[in-house]
């Protein structure tokens, strides 16, 4: 690997990103709407909860810290700083119960008359005051803002850490482990067997390519352009596909300069950015050096909606299914 790449954190790239997104347009998203939540009474005896969720109240769950969490009553109210965990709580029919969601939550479209909490840094007196039954939060925060959990449990919130996640079966843990504490488990079952059979009705798909494609993923535009490596969805997403990612031999998220790029030949572009850039693929179709490329040569360029592949929620189905369409459409797209 040349000198000049530098590994760097999802996180690193996204607060970069956001940035950018402050200064330029906001996002737009588009994709399945969770379903209809019901909220029950306060005082609901414990066999009417498992009747109508499967999770019987009290228990304890092991969140993503590693610590047990005991949860007197399934929450009435929930708070979520983090988008993807919004995404979740939504798609197991608990948007009724969302009374506060980060700056950067835009999906589904109910998320924008919802009150906004900050995010990797918190509101923390804005949480207060709404004093949710249960907050969702990252182990970002579980490390640089335990003392502000701590005061969120010791005002009587159940604190719930979603771990970070980097492939679909993390994924698919983070909805179970939400779908258990928020009295939804039976959802959550119901939703990971729907994304595992859409993921495996696309493997089955890639089957039936010929001739395998080298795909060179841009996270960010030039002239600090980052890619993904092996160890990101992007990449389990391409192998899903039978498509070979450019920059398979790094790890996680990496930057490359234009040449390094270059060099690597890629018969397909695929950019991210499209939510604060204009006309990426243009932009990419004009760079200078650029044009001796397979993939401008033959304008095999798209961008791609960035939370459909590198948000790790229910949506990340739609991404690959969305990659498959756009690489080999003779496949994906009957």
Known sequence: MMASKAKISLFSILLAVLLAVLVGC??????????????????????????????????TVEDGSGEQVEIEAEPETIVSVQASNTEIAFALGQGEKMIGVSD????????????????????VEKILSLMPDMVLVTTFHHENHAAVLEQFEEAGIDVVVVDDANSFDAVYDNIQLVGKATGSSDEATALIEDMETRLADVKEKAQQVEEKK???????????????????????????????????????????????????????????YGYYVDNPENQVLEREGWSEVPAVEDEQVFDVDNDTVTRPGPRLIDGVER????????????
Request: proline share 6%; hydrophobic share 30%.
């Open 26 to 59: 906001g996002v737009t998203e588009e994709g399945n709407e969770g379903k209809e939540s019901t909220n029950e009474p306060a005082d609901k005896s414990e066999e009417t909860q498992e009747e109508t969720s499967g999770d019987s109240f009290p228990m």
């Open 104 to 123: 950067y939550c835009n999906y589904p479209a109910e998320t924008e008359d919802i009150e906004k909490v900050g995010g990797q840094e918190m509101n």
């Open 214 to 272: 080298k795909v060179w993923v841009e996270v960010a535009p030039a002239p600090d352009i980052f890619t993904t490596g092996s160890g990101t969805f992007m990449h389990e997403m391409l192998e899903a596909i039978n498509a070979e990612n450019a920059a398979k031999e790094e790890e996680g998220w990496v930057k490359f300069t234009e040449e390094e790029a270059v060099n690597l030949d890629p018969e397909v572009i695929i950019t991210t």
């Open 323 to 334: 990659l498959g369409e756009l690489i080999y459409p003779e496949v994906f797209s009957e």
